[in-house]
């Protein structure tokens, strides 16, 4: 099994940053696309940004400019650097990854979510 585990969540001002990290583990034969996707409450889970193991990004239109997602594929681990927080960021943020666990069998894993709260 593949495990991910996010950090770095919490409680920042309006216009703060903060920064997330997700490390996989487990049977990770080959380490595909990673992201990140939020929830806010009585709202659809959203993409946020992605990164593909090449280092190709994709953002969400509301984070362009504000969040950079980068990766460390020696340490299994995905980032996403939070700048300018605005209060409509508050959301529960997971971590996604696309996992080789065998050369034929591949999935899709996600985090427990960290909590990521901006005050006004």
């Known amino acids: 099994q593949v495990q991910l585990v996010e950090s770095g969540g919490g409680l920042v001002q309006a216009g703060g940053s903060l920064r997330l990290s997700c490390a996989a583990s487990?049977?990770?034969?080959?380490?595909?696309?990673m992201g990140w996707y939020r929830q806010a409450p009585g709202k659809q889970r959203e993409l946020v940004a992605t990164?593909?193991?090449?280092?190709?990004?994709v953002y969400a239109d509301s984070v362009k400019g504000r969040f950079t997602i980068t990766r460390d594929n020696a340490k299994k681990t995905v980032y996403l650097q939070m700048n300018d927080l605005k209060p409509e960021d508050t959301a529960l943020y997971y971590c996604n990854a696309e996992v080789h666990t065998t050369l034929l069998k591949s999935g899709s894993y996600w985090g427990q979510g960290t909590q990521v709260t901006v005050s006004s």
């Open positions: 990164i593909a193991s090449g280092g190709n990004t």
């Open positions: 487990g049977r990770i034969f080959r380490l595909n696309a």
